[in-house]
């Protein structure tokens, strides 16, 4: 929300096809009567995107990857500190991230649940951490990411981002490995909880990335939410290398844009 007087610094579709770097410097009142959308209904203007945002570190009760996982794939009923996956890289990120933790396999099956405790057997810090941040309890229609985490360092939000994408999401690719060309470089996440679908894009942007939602009904009945992400190239969304290796095709050529599409009286 801005004044007629603000300054965009804006590229044109015709700039970018060109490769230039020049930019125009317009006021709101001087974009607003621009050409914004063309024809064939694309965008006409591009603004710059923001740099990753830096916010004040201080403690976190989780390591943020650790929480992220737990977020993704883990039980937060009271008592329990289990998370699932079959992705032996992701166990071991969380091993290599939290050297005073104990992790370990949890009545192994065919989906593999890996348990995280603490060097005192009487005491389980993760357990505690999540009793503190309110997530103890929480079903998947209803985890969050605590406020906390939403205003950690850009490693740490990082971190949380790559802990969830690690679990619960898909690269641009379709079931024969073909790159399905609307989700080139996308990463698409995947949740039942309202707050995740809103708290995930907004450590995207924070980061410099994009997101969009959609919803889905699944095969259930279900209504899961679909957040399509895109985060600059230098960026990974993954710590996992499994994950990684699956996604260095669909990734790579693409960065993240903002485009302006209508410019409308706030009153």
């Known amino acids: ?74 039980s937060l009923s009271e008592g329990n500190s289990l998370f699932t996956t079959n992705d032996t890289d992701v166990v071991g990120c969380v091993v290599n991230l939290n050297l005073d933790l104990m992790v370990k396999e949890h009545a192994p099956s065919s989906a593999r649940r890996w348990y995280i405790s603490g060097e005192n057997r009487g005491h389980n810090p993760v357990r505690q951490a999540l009793r503190d941040l309110g997530l103890a309890g929480m079903t998947s229609h209803h985890k969050f990411i605590p406020e906390t985490y939403l205003r950690a360092t850009a490693e740490e939000r990082l971190l949380v981002l790559q802990g969830l994408l690690d679990c619960d999401s898909s690269s641009g690719l379709n079931r024969e490995e073909q790159e399905v060309r609307h989700h080139k470089g996308n990463v698409r996440y995947f949740t039942r909880s309202a707050f995740l679908a809103d708290g995930v894009p907004e450590v995207v942007q924070s980061l410099g990335g994009t997101a969009s939602i959609v919803s889905a009904i699944d095969g259930d009945g279900q209504t899961d939410s679909i957040v399509s992400i895109v985060l600059p190239t230098s960026i990974s969304p993954s710590l996992s290398a499994q994950k990684q290796l699956a996604r260095q095709q669909s990734r790579g050529h693409r960065e993240p844009v903002s485009s302006t599409g209508t410019i409308e009286a706030d009153g």
């Open 1 to 74: 929300v801005v004044g007629d007087e603000h300054l965009w610094a804006v590229q044109s579709r015709k700039q970018v096809k060109m490769g230039s770097t020049n930019r125009y410097v317009w006021t709101t009142k001087e974009l607003a009567s621009k050409k914004l959308i063309l024809a064939d209904g694309g965008y006409n203007y591009r603004i710059p995107m923001v740099s990753p945002v830096q916010y004040d570190k201080h403690d976190l009760p989780i390591e943020p990857y650790t929480l992220g996982v737990r977020l993704a794939n883990g």
